[in-house]
């Protein structure tokens, strides 16, 4: 049974915004894609952004070819290794005035009607429990952290929202062959100064089954 999951972490805009028309810059950092197949499989895995592509590894030349291992090896028609697809890209966005609600502030971009706020502190161990609970690996969720713990934890706390259709619907995927189980996990979040409450996020269980990818990333939601 194919399974296609949109378990995506997404986070936050400052709360209290009072003005219309105030500009949110956004930028979608670091996605890195996983390939898992059952066996040694040629794999074409192109990307439709809603943005601009500001760096991508291996090359995107209108998609990537690559040939995957079971444990996720990858090498480039040169014989080049890779642990993953990575790339970043940036998008610009409005952001009304919508009312005083977060999941107002949020309507036009990211959905911030659940989430998380996170001491500063206690990121490290938050990552790790919720991204695991999602359904990445050790191996996953660690480089997760590595890349977003040094940007997040000296902050009094972040607001964290876990996204599905708010980016994928933006960033979307075309993957051949087919992959049986897909898992887009996306953290956007935003530094606070004070605890702000939000209902929590729950998430759908997710299973490895057959050809599995997996990809992760992040957004950290600046105004200017």
Request: with cysteine; hydrophobic share 35%.
């Amino acid at each position: 049974m194919k399974r296609l999951l949109a378990g995506t972490l997404a986070a936050a805009l400052a709360l209290g915004l009072t003005g219309c028309g105030q500009q949110q810059e956004e930028c979608d950092a670091k996605p890195v894609i996983y390939l898992y197949p059952e066996q040694q499989t040629e794999v074409e895995v192109s990307l439709d952004y809603d943005g601009t592509l500001t760096a991508a590894y291996p090359a995107y030349e209108n998609g990537w070819r690559v040939t995957a291992e079971p444990d996720g090896t990858l090498h480039d028609e040169n014989g080049n290794e890779y642990s993953y697809l990575f790339w970043e890209g940036e998008n610009d966005a409005d952001t009304h005035c919508l009312g005083t609600r977060i999941a107002d502030l949020f309507n036009a971009n990211y959905d911030f009607s659940k989430g998380f706020c996170v001491a500063g502190a206690d990121t490290a161990d938050f990552l790790r429990e919720t991204l695991s609970g999602i359904g990445l690996t050790p191996r996953e969720y660690n480089e997760f952290i590595v890349y977003w713990l040094p940007k997040m934890q000296g902050n009094p706390y972040n607001l964290i929202s876990f996204q599905s259709e708010r980016y994928t619907d933006g960033a979307k995927l075309t993957i051949d062959p087919k992959p049986d189980s897909e898992l887009r996990v996306f953290m956007a979040w935003k530094p606070l100064n004070r605890a702000q409450p939000i209902e929590p996020q729950t998430f759908p269980s997710f299973e490895r089954d057959g050809f599995t990818v997996v990809e992760w990333g992040g957004c950290e939601v600046t105004k200017s």
